[in-house]
């Protein structure tokens, strides 16, 4: 079967009609290309066709894009010579929309051609806005749901088939670069105010006005076509030009440091692109598309932050059990993390029982939804029809009886195991054992807080990230005796409010704060080594992390982390490995600098909490070395600290799927989203170089950077991560 089908009215107008065979949203493969090109020159070849209408199948939407899964393979599809071949196929697309484009137009006088306009049901994404680009009037349906726009920047790569070039000799570099740079995407209305689209109109009429259109007779002729033609905003070496391109090249270096390979290949694109004629514009989009393409990068971010985090999201590891959506929660707690789970439960249409010891607190947790919304009025993104409804969902109320009825238990108290086992009997006692309790905690041992219960199997961790409502990632922890029909409900409730779940087996710290406080922790040592704290969170920055470990510590607050780390000194005894961190934390709390809550830590603050600079007082106790160690060696430390842990986690069986592993370093703490988390960037640099920086590491800075064992095997069989957990990760 195709998926593109061609019907010719008795008007002249051909209508075709993209219907992705058993997906619920077009995407593009290499045979819809073909397809799509056999109809087109169809079209084109026939004298009783006026012109041709581009459309969707797809109800409220006209495609997603490409398969993903296909863009994360095209390396090792291209043969021998994997670089000649991606960019050959990549110029057979370019020639495809290119003749398209010219609609059989004659090459020297722009006379005739038949106009080919494209209609827009709703949703136009990747080269679901790459081929209507190409076509010579886009109509769009007034959908306010519909999202418009160029996403690939956000998966690690940008628009390859024309789209790149098409946009900014469209609207010019400036007005392009959100959609470009930024991934952004608009809803119909603001695609047409942006000049992404041409035409916005009733839903109903949407084939209609498009007809009218093709049968008017119009200019087909596109703007960078005419003779004269100006790059709105200016080219390069234009006077007004130079200026955007110069600020554009500060804006991407200093927002992605670098770090990022298709951020600048893409601004290459741009600016090369800008100073040649169109179809030698083409070629070079295309060449730079190849170079990210070639880059692991570009399938490892792809892998991680669609392909694999699709499947988590879809349940690729929940038991085969029976549906366990949730319809009434109960949250125990009503400070700001009990509080962010009831505004996302009341979100996603659950009914929500906010509970805490005081009526006055329990208030104050409900107001935090109340906030939330009107700042969501503010911003048009909510009514107050709605904020009343989501309120409505909420009862704040000290009373544990209101909790029959409900699904799930969750308790956000305060990080004390007497506390914690002291609410968990008391709503045990209201509601019973058979209901499934979850216990919200970031380091506290799950199987020791289940022995409050008296059905240990019902008892599960589930670690939010904070604040709530913002992050993306959900760390569900099983204890000893969880059962599978609680790991099923923590895990469709967590589709129901939409985030990312991993499930990982109990440990201290779980899994991302196992890798999280190393990655700290190697930060302060630097420190008290005398390594520049620039050079340290500037060394992260250029890794790709948002903020590096020293301005970690300071959001996190520095008390938290002594608090921490008596807590594991006391569970390890004479194995505990960080004194060294320990005489810096434990001395900067004895100065009262907690961080930015008290606007003194490692950083500076003013009166509005704004960074100044790094303390002085830090040099005075831990003198600047007078010789630092290069860029690498501080990067080296930084991240083997983090994906040892991973690995670590891996061999102890705390990680059972390497995908969970890498989708949660990215969501949960931002680990370099470029190389597609640990496992991806040990395969992207190897196991056997891993293994010998491993070595060197040890040797120069300690124990903690011992080759684990696995990664020795695997060095020695010459293995990646991906081929010999490749039953873990088929999907990807």
Request: net charge negative.
């Amino acid at each position: 079967m195709t998926d593109f089908t061609m019907e010719k009215g008795a008007d002249g107008v051909a209508i075709i009609t993209w219907d992705t065979v058993g997906k619920s949203m077009n995407v593009m493969n290499q045979q819809g290309f073909d397809d799509l090109e056999a109809l087109i020159d169809d079209a084109l070849a026939d004298d009783a066709v006026k012109g041709v209408i581009l459309t969707s199948g797809k109800e409220g939407s006209f495609a997603g894009g490409m398969d993903l899964n296909i863009i994360s393979k095209m390396k090792e599809m291209a043969g021998d010579n994997p670089a000649k071949g991606l960019f050959e196929g990549l110029m057979k697309t370019h020639t495809f929309l290119r003749k398209m484009e010219r609609a059989g137009m004659d090459p020297k006088t722009n006379k005739g051609g038949k106009p080919i306009a494209c209609c827009l049901p709703g949703t136009a994404l990747g080269i679901g806005l790459e081929i209507p680009l190409a076509c010579h009037r886009i109509f769009a349906a007034d959908n306010p749901k519909a999202k418009i726009g160029l996403p690939e920047i956000m998966v690690g790569i940008f628009p390859g088939m024309g789209g790149t070039t098409r946009l900014v000799r469209k609207m010019g570099a400036i007005a392009a670069a959100p959609l470009l740079l930024e991934g952004k995407l608009n809803n119909p209305q603001k695609a047409k105010s942006a000049g992404v689209v041409d035409e916005v109109v009733p839903a109903d009429e949407l084939i209609e006005k498009a007809r009218e259109w093709v049968l008017s007779e119009p200019s087909i002729v596109k703007p960078w076509d005419e003779k004269g033609y100006k790059m709105p905003g200016g080219a390069p070496y234009h006077p007004a030009g130079f200026m955007n391109f110069v600020g554009a090249s500060a804006m991407v270096n200093g927002k992605t440091q670098g770090a990022f390979p298709a951020a600048k290949a893409l601004l290459s694109a741009v600016y090369e692109g800008a100073l040649v004629p169109f179809d030698t514009a083409l070629k070079i989009e295309a060449r730079w598309f190849t170079n990210v393409l070639m880059n692991p990068s570009s399938s490892a971010m792809i892998r991680s932050l669609f392909i694999n985090k699709e499947a988590l999201e879809k349940g690729a590891n929940r038991p085969d059990v029976a549906d366990q959506t949730v319809k009434k929660v109960g949250v125990m707690g009503a400070g700001m993390m009990g509080a962010g789970i009831a505004l996302v439960s009341a979100q996603a249409g659950m009914e929500v029982v906010l509970i805490d010891q005081k009526q006055e607190a329990a208030d104050k947790g409900k107001a935090y939804s109340e906030a939330y919304m009107d700042k969501g009025i503010k911003r048009g993104k909510a009514t107050e029809e709605k904020k009343a409804a989501l309120l409505d969902r909420i009862t704040a109320t000290t009373d544990c009886s209101a909790l029959k009825g409900a699904d799930l238990i969750i308790e956000a108290v305060f990080e004390d195991p007497g506390v914690k086992a002291e609410v968990t009997k008391n709503v045990l006692e209201a509601v019973g054992d058979d209901v499934i309790f979850a216990t919200n905690t970031s380091t506290l041992p799950i199987t020791e807080l289940a022995k409050a219960s008296n059905n240990p199997e019902n008892f599960i961790g589930i670690h939010f990230f904070s604040p709530v409502e913002k992050m993306f990632l959900v760390e569900i922890i099983k204890g000893q005796k969880t059962g599978e029909r609680a790991v099923a409900k923590a895990l469709d409730y967590v589709r129901q409010i939409k985030k990312t779940p991993i499930v990982v087996n109990d440990a201290r710290f779980f899994y991302c704060n196992r890798c999280i406080i190393p990655y700290i922790n190697e930060g302060i040592r630097m420190v008290a080594e005398g390594v520049a704290p620039a050079l340290i969170d500037n060394a992260a920055r250029q890794l790709g992390f948002p903020v590096g470990p020293l301005q970690l510590v300071d959001e996190t607050s520095i008390d938290l982390g002594a608090k921490i780390a008596r807590a594991t000194k006391a569970a390890m005894g004479d194995d505990y490995p960080d004194g060294a961190v320990d005489d810096v934390i434990f001395w900067m709390e004895e100065q009262g600098r907690l961080g930015r809550k008290t606007s003194a830590g490692f950083f500076d603050y003013d009166e509005k909490g704004k960074r100044l600079g790094y303390w002085d007082g830090l040099e005075v106790q831990y003198p600047r070395a007078d010789e630092q160690p290069d860029l690498t060696e501080v990067q080296h430390r930084l991240m083997f600290a983090q994906v040892l842990e991973a690995v670590r986690a891996l061999e102890e069986g705390v990680l059972e799927d390497i995908r969970e592993g890498d989708v949660g370093a990215i969501l949960a703490w931002g680990f370099a989203p470029w190389s597609g988390g640990p496992f991806a960037w040990l395969d992207i640099i190897g196991a056997r170089y891993a293994a010998e920086r491993c070595d060197a590491l040890t040797k120069e800075h300690g124990a903690r950077f011992e080759t684990p064992a696995l990664l020795r095997e695997m060095a020695d069989k010459g293995q990646s991560f991906y081929e010999r957990f490749s039953t873990q990760a088929e999907a990807a």
